[in-house]
């Protein structure tokens, strides 16, 4: 598995994964479909492959940070020998949703529908994310006061320093689109999946409101996120019923119908195609009424 040892943490009231640390020098963790209960940072220090995750496949080179949110499945395959760094986490180690405001990084680096789930680091930002690393490797084997405390700050500077990079890395995408005519249709297309996803659930809907005809539509959409629009307004959706799911105690009914759904049954359907576990499941793996506690 490399030269350090994993280092785990177990929810004492549960058994399940709490927080894990560990290094890899090959692609065994990664060459078959991931769909985990917990977040997942894959940090490769060297090699290139490619990440296959959601409905998409794309290609990496180098050092790279990767982000998977719980149950988004995601495979990696090398393309030469892999070595790098996991960080697992459970959300109820460290609450993405809760900590939202501090750490920003839900819909940028995690649950993003529009950008690849990986960003491409330089030197100085290996150096600094394998530091935040070691201090929590550490910290994991000193098991003094207040070590949870000292855990959760290091991941939250470690997610908010990959975040930035996330931003910092943004422009250079739109810019790549400047070039063509499209960047307007697809800004456009961002808000329109915002405003209606609960309620229009159809390409053919989003090109009627953009004045586009279906077919040019599909194809912009492939060609710029890599994805169809019908996968697209899919995670979107997926995106919300598990947010609900995770962070309220409303019957899966309920949160079926206020995501436009009139049959509770077709909605838990298509909930477990795009998320391999019923809602239910879900809830009861990942999260339950977390802000009402």
Same mark, same amino acid.
């Given at each position: 598995?490399?030269?350090?040892?994993?280092?785990?943490?177990?929810?004492?009231?549960?058994?399940?994964?709490?927080?894990?640390?560990?290094?890899?020098?090959?692609?065994?963790?990664?060459?078959? &479909?991931?769909?985990?209960?917990?977040?997942?940072?894959?940090?490769?220090?060297?090699?290139?492959?490619?990440?296959?995750?959601?409905?998409?496949?794309?290609?990496?080179?180098?050092?790279?940070?990767?982000?998977?949110?719980?149950?988004?499945?995601?495979?990696?395959?090398?393309?030469?020998?892999?070595?790098?760094?996991?960080?697992?986490?459970?959300?109820?180690?460290?609450?993405?949703?809760?900590?939202?405001?501090?750490?920003?990084?839900?819909?940028?680096?995690?649950?993003? &529908?529009?950008?690849?789930?990986?960003?491409?680091?330089?030197?100085?930002?290996?150096?600094?994310?394998?530091?935040?690393?070691?201090?929590?490797?550490?910290?994991?084997?000193?098991?003094?006061?207040?070590?949870?405390?000292?855990?959760?700050?290091?991941?939250?500077?470690?997610?908010?320093?990959?975040?930035?990079?996330?931003?910092?890395?943004?422009?250079?995408?739109?810019?790549?689109?400047?070039?063509?005519?499209?960047?307007?249709?697809?800004?456009?297309?961002?808000?329109?999946?915002?405003?209606?996803?609960?309620?229009?659930?159809?390409?053919?809907?989003?090109?009627?409101?953009?004045?586009?005809?279906?077919?040019?539509?599909?194809?912009?959409?492939?060609?710029?996120?890599?994805?169809?629009?019908?996968?697209?307004?899919?995670?979107? &959706?997926?995106?919300?019923?598990?947010?609900?799911?995770?962070?309220?105690?409303?019957?899966?009914?309920?949160?079926?119908?206020?995501?436009?759904?009139?049959?509770?049954?077709?909605?838990?359907?298509?909930?477990?195609?795009?998320?391999?576990?019923?809602?239910?499941?879900?809830?009861?793996?990942?999260?339950?009424?977390?802000?009402?506690?």
């Amino acid at each position: 598995m490399g030269p350090s040892k994993a280092l785990t943490m177990v929810d004492p009231k549960n058994g399940n994964l709490a927080f894990k640390i560990f290094s890899f020098s090959d692609d065994n963790c990664f060459d078959h &479909i991931q769909r985990n209960n917990y977040y997942t940072m894959v940090m490769v220090l060297t090699g290139k492959g490619s990440i296959k995750a959601d409905f998409s496949t794309y290609a990496f080179d180098g050092p790279s940070l990767m982000s998977f949110a719980p149950y988004q499945p995601f495979m990696i395959s090398a393309g030469d020998v892999l070595k790098g760094i996991v960080i697992n986490f459970h959300p109820d180690f460290f609450c993405i949703h809760q900590h939202h405001k501090e750490v920003a990084c839900h819909g940028v680096l995690f649950n993003n &529908i529009y950008q690849p789930p990986f960003i491409t680091l330089q030197l100085k930002d290996v150096d600094a994310l394998t530091l935040l690393i070691e201090q929590m490797r550490a910290e994991m084997q000193n098991a003094a006061l207040a070590q949870y405390e000292l855990l959760i700050s290091y991941l939250k500077i470690f997610l908010i320093n990959a975040s930035r990079l996330r931003v910092d890395q943004t422009p250079e995408l739109q810019r790549k689109s400047e070039t063509t005519k499209e960047p307007f249709v697809l800004q456009s297309l961002k808000d329109a999946i915002e405003n209606n996803f609960k309620i229009k659930h159809s390409p053919g809907e989003y090109a009627d409101m953009l004045n586009i005809s279906a077919k040019a539509l599909a194809k912009i959409t492939r060609s710029h996120f890599n994805k169809t629009l019908t996968n697209m307004i899919a995670e979107r &959706i997926v995106i919300e019923a598990k947010r609900e799911l995770y962070l309220t105690s409303k019957p899966v009914k309920a949160i079926a119908y206020e995501l436009g759904f009139n049959d509770e049954f077709y909605f838990s359907r298509f909930f477990k195609n795009n998320a391999d576990v019923s809602p239910q499941l879900y809830r009861e793996t990942v999260g339950f009424a977390r802000a009402e506690v």
